[in-house]
């Protein structure tokens, strides 16, 4: 990768003009050039498709019906030709312009395979108020088999790696992007790095983070890939990484 290097965005979305417009400028504002930003609409009925003509910096848009979410992301996933791949949910927003300057940076430097950031937390409509922090510092390989995953949203991989993993799977709901990351990273020996810095504020409430059921449910899936994959853990290993989380709330 050089200085040509083109950073694949791909944004999911579904009804979600309330908060869309402010992830695309976030990605329209960033200072590297070279960006391809997909957007995979699920046939909204809201104001969607007004906003997404509002922004001619976008590569390519598809709205069409899904199957939930990780169908989108596989739709985002088939269409980018990008050098490196992310993700950025409709509501989130890149912490800084130089964001993906810095990713393209590292990673290019660095020889490296995938580039782990931070996640900052916010309420809905309080973007400027941290409440959380999620540091991927905490993730490696071998604490895969305790639940630990890197912020999804602020995971940069190289397409090389995108290309061995292949697709997301459609038949979890909610631990998709876990199942995902533990192919990219589980006994595959990727040259990684992590960068203590905030590169995506998301917004609190989306599905893995609304409620106990959720919670619920996410950890039953995060279960179930570790299994699928040959990862030997159970439910009281997985639930033993929620004290450390609780410290996200403290340490900011």
């Known amino acids: 990768m050089n200085q040509h290097t083109t950073v694949s965005v791909i944004t999911v979305c579904y009804n979600s003009a309330t908060t869309l417009a402010a992830a695309l400028q976030s990605v329209a504002g960033q200072t590297w050039p070279h960006i391809e930003h997909i957007v995979i609409d699920g046939g909204s009925k809201d104001a969607t498709h007004e906003i997404l003509a509002q922004f001619p910096h976008l590569a390519q848009v598809v709205s069409e ?34 964001a993906l300057a810095t990713v393209a940076q590292e990673m290019a430097g660095h020889q490296l395979d995938a580039l782990l950031g931070d996640v900052a937390f916010f309420h809905p409509g309080k973007p400027d108020k941290v409440v959380r922090r999620y540091r991927s510092a905490r993730f490696s390989p071998a604490r895969l088999a305790w639940g630990w995953m890197p912020a999804h949203p602020a995971l940069f991989l190289r397409r090389s790696v995108v290309d061995r993993v292949g697709k997301f799977r459609t038949d979890y709901r909610i631990a998709g992007d876990f199942e995902f990351i533990i192919r990219a990273f589980y006994q595959a020996n990727l040259r990684y790095r992590h960068l203590s810095q905030v590169f995506v504020n998301m917004q609190t409430g989306g599905v893995s983070t609304a409620g106990l059921r959720s919670k619920i449910l996410l950890n039953q899936e995060v279960l179930r890939a570790c299994r699928d994959n040959g990862i030997r853990t159970n439910m009281l290993k997985i639930l033993s990484k929620y004290p450390a989380k609780l410290l996200e709330l403290i340490v900011r």
Do not use: H, T, V
Request: proline share 6%; net charge negative; hydrophobic share 40%.
């Open 65 to 98: 019906p899904d199957k939930g979410i990780y169908d989108a992301m596989n739709k985002g996933l088939a269409l980018a030709r990008g050098d490196i791949i992310c993700f950025l949910n409709a509501d989130d927003q890149y912490a800084s312009p130089e």
